[in-house]
């Protein structure tokens, strides 16, 4: 019987498998530094050096989310809710919510700030 020269062998979506992980794992993780405003005057905030104070910041997007989700679900991937690495990834994942949260309500109080003047 001839092959299907197309066929994936198990070892390269293995290969394929991995390198997706490691590929969204490193989009996840990434942060950028952004710079803070004072929530007062709307206007960026400056160090006694006159640099931007920045904090780093989350970016993942939806999109790379719903593509990580996507992924573990086509795999399988799953973990028990008691497990310390999903119960550290819940807190985590509360705590970039927060902190996009407040980095919302700085940025809005700016704007009202500066709409006001």
Request: aromatic share 2%; glycine share 4%.
């Amino acid at each position: 019987m001839a092959q299907n020269k197309n066929a994936t062998t198990a070892a390269e979506m293995g290969k394929t498998h991995r390198l997706l992980n490691h590929v969204i794992n490193k989009q996840l993780s990434k942060r950028e530094r952004i710079p803070v405003t004072d929530l007062e005057t709307g206007e960026f905030l400056r160090d006694d050096d006159g640099e931007l104070v920045c904090e780093e910041e989350f970016v993942a997007t939806p999109q790379l989310i719903n593509a990580a989700i996507n992924f573990l679900k086509n795999n399988g991937i799953e973990a028990p809710e008691e497990a310390e690495e999903v119960k550290k990834t819940a807190d985590e994942l509360a705590e970039r919510r927060k902190q996009a949260q407040q980095r919302r309500d700085r940025i809005r109080s700016g704007m009202e700030a500066a709409a006001r003047e």
